[in-house]
């Protein structure tokens, strides 16, 4: 089944200021994509940089690793 799905490209988004690349990564959360057939779908974002608008919050870097971090530690409290 997972040879079945389509691979969705990986990109790259820079912009000039923290304020427009928060804008980009708004839109892109908020509207998605859409394929070349016309398909929308949502990519997968992960916000890098300073100055993170807050309400992107849970797609920064920080967040998504700190979230990584704590379900690791539950799965291995020891370590």
Not at 2 to 24: F, K, T, W, Y
Not at 47 to 75: I, N, P, T, Y
């Amino acid at each position: 089944m997972r040879g079945c799905m389509q691979r969705r490209p990986h990109m790259l988004v820079c912009a000039p200021s923290n304020g427009a690349l928060d804008e980009i990564v708004i839109r892109l959360v908020r509207d998605g994509l859409t394929d070349g057939r016309g398909r929308a779908w949502k990519p997968r974002v992960v916000r890098v940089g300073v100055s993170v608008h807050h309400s992107l919050s849970a797609v920064s870097l920080d967040a998504l690793v700190q979230a990584k971090m704590a379900k690791l530690d539950q799965v291995h409290p020891d370590s």
